[in-house]
Each structure stands twice: as structure tokens, then as C-alpha cells.
């Protein structure tokens, strides 16, 4: 249950995001999830979308550095604890967390989660009997 997530390098000034967002958007591409990370000279816009191949194309026609990195989505509930368990599960089986972003939609959490092993991350959260979602899910979240 792996999913395409795209990293694209921005410089960090003002209207960049939004260039982006107008490309996808002209392009019938749907971001489902996403989040930026900056310093001072350039982001890294990272996001899930509905048609990878598509906004790849279509970002490189317009000059955009974008990479693509598989990732997982944990399912889990919306309280207190829920990730702390799956943390440790995944500590414990000595995966590294390069990064994670999350959104939540009422009693549920959607745990986007870059290890440093997808594959081993991904079994060990299915061993353990956690949710997984599939890219083609998320999407229509």
C-alpha cells in the first residue's frame, strides 16, 4: 500500500504556492494532501495528488524541479495515544522517520509517514494489524 507523493522545490517568495495550485488546478489534478517546508531561500512543496503522471508532466512543462518518493498513510483514530502506538511500533522495528504530516476528518487520522524503509514500514504496521490506506482511497478522502 505504497503512494506516489511528489516533492517540488520552490523558491521562497510570495505567489509561488499559488502558481502551483493554478497549474494542478487547469490540469484537473486534485491535491488530497500536502504540506511545505521552508527556510529562507527556497520550500519544498511535498503533495499527494490524483494523478501523479499528469501533474509530473505538466509541473516539468513549466520548469518545476519534482521528484517522486513512495510513502505510506496510516489510518488510525483521532485520539489521544493512537500514533504514539504505531510510533513505537515502527521504532521498534528500528525505521527511521525522515518525515510525517497528518490530517484528521472527525473520529479518524490520515498519517502520511516517509521512513527510511517503505516496504519494512508498511509490513510491520500491517503485522500489527494497523490501517493502511491505499493511494486510490485517499484521493477521494
Do not use: W
Not at 15 to 42: P, Q
Not at 91 to 113: H, L, P, R
Amino acid at each position: 500500500m505504497l503512494i506516489k507523493q511528489l516533492s517540488i522545490f520552490l523558491e521562497n517568495k510570495k505567489g509561488r504556492f499559488t502558481e502551483v495550485a493554478k497549474i494542478l488546478g487547469e490540469a484537473g489534478v486534485n491535491m488530497s494532501a500536502f504540506t511545505v517546508a521552508e527556510n529562507s531561500d527556497f520550500g519544498i512543496l511535498r503533495l499527494i495528488v490524483s494523478d501523479t503522471e499528469k501533474a509530473i508532466s505538466v509541473l516539468r512543462e513549466k520548469l518545476y524541479a519534482v521528484s517522486v518518493a513512495d510513502v505510506v498513510c496510516l489510518h488510525c483514530p483521532n485520539q489521544p495515544g493512537a500514533l504514539a502506538k504505531a510510533m513505537d511500533i515502527i521504532t521498534s522495528a528500528g525505521i527511521f522517520i525522515e518525515y510525517m504530516y497528518a490530517f484528521s476528518q472527525g473520529d479518524a487520522a490520515n498519517v502520511i509517514i516517509r521512513p527510511d524503509d517503505v516496504n519494512k514500514c508498511a509490513e510491520v504496521l500491517k503485522a500489527n494489524k494497523l490501517e493502511l490506506i491505499a493511494a486510490s482511497d485517499l484521493y477521494k478522502l
